[in-house]
């Protein structure tokens, strides 16, 4: 598998897919969320579930990600020249656990930023609590310098893990992503709707900006309005789509009803 994926990079069957996030206040696509896809000869298109383990122990992992990068910074830029918003389109990329430990990696990022012409200040990088312990100082003073450049630092799947609330307090983060098990059971589960009401309070006090990840349902996206939540993403709004469905739908300028 580690030839095809060679073969796959080299015949350019990887492609990236793109989720809107969507402004709860306004209805309006505020960004997108880069999401990597393989489109293979004989099983279709595949998602990184399918493929990520792989493309890491071919050691593809790096230059995988650095790609997406790439492609995903130039596609930002397009999108901003063509359509123009306030504030701009933002790009977030998820940036692999193994590949915050390259040493180049802050200096390669800056590199991209630098050939697309990018704001750093519209990319951001999700980290998942795998990305390392919440005390890992090489860890912290990587993304530190990453934000001194102006990047925003997102908390991927927030409250997964065990030691969530150690990684919000010993990482800087600038925006927070709660998991959807966590949306899907608003109104279903006693005391679900008070734990996102809760973890949205602990953001704000922190100042942390939060987006809501797998809103299926109006209801869903309703309660999340009532707290305040900035963001939110899922199926409700749109399913990830490939570069030109993309752009007709931000050249439609379309507008989710809010409640």
Same mark, same amino acid.
């Given at each position: 598998i580690g030839m095809a994926l060679r073969e796959g990079v080299i015949q350019k069957e990887f492609r990236l897919h793109y989720q809107p996030i969507v402004s709860l206040q306004t209805g309006r696509v505020a960004g997108y969320e880069a999401l990597l896809r393989w489109y293979t000869p004989n099983q279709g298109i595949l998602n990184p579930d399918d493929f990520m383990y792989a493309i890491d122990t071919a050691n593809l992992i790096y230059s995988t990600d650095h790609w997406v990068l790439q492609n995903a910074c130039r596609q930002a830029v397009e999108w901003q020249n063509k359509f123009s918003s306030t504030p701009p389109l933002y790009i977030s990329v998820n940036l692999s656990a193994k590949n915050i430990k390259h040493p180049n990696l802050v200096d390669n990022i800056y590199q991209v930023l630098q050939e697309t012409k990018l704001d750093p200040r519209k990319l951001c990088l999700e980290i998942t609590e795998k990305t390392s312990a919440p005390n890992d100082e090489s860890t912290i003073e990587v993304l530190r310098k990453l934000r001194s450049i102006g990047i925003q630092i997102s908390l991927d799947d927030f409250g997964t893990g065990y030691s969530a609330l150690?990684?919000?307090?010993?990482?800087? /983060?600038?925006?927070?992503k709660i998991d959807q098990s966590f949306i899907k059971m608003i109104g279903k589960k006693d005391g679900s709707n008070q734990i /996102?009401?809760?973890?949205k309070a602990l953001a704000t006090h922190l100042g942390i900006i939060v987006v809501a990840e797998g809103v299926e349902k109006v209801e869903q996206m309703e309660f999340l309005k009532s707290i305040n939540c900035e963001y939110a993403q899922g199926y409700f709004y749109s399913k990830p789509l490939d570069a030109r469905s993309t752009t007709e739908l931000l050249k439609k300028g379309y507008q989710w009803e809010q409640g």
């Open positions: 150690n990684y919000l307090a010993q990482f800087p /983060v600038d925006v927070l /996102v009401e809760m973890i």
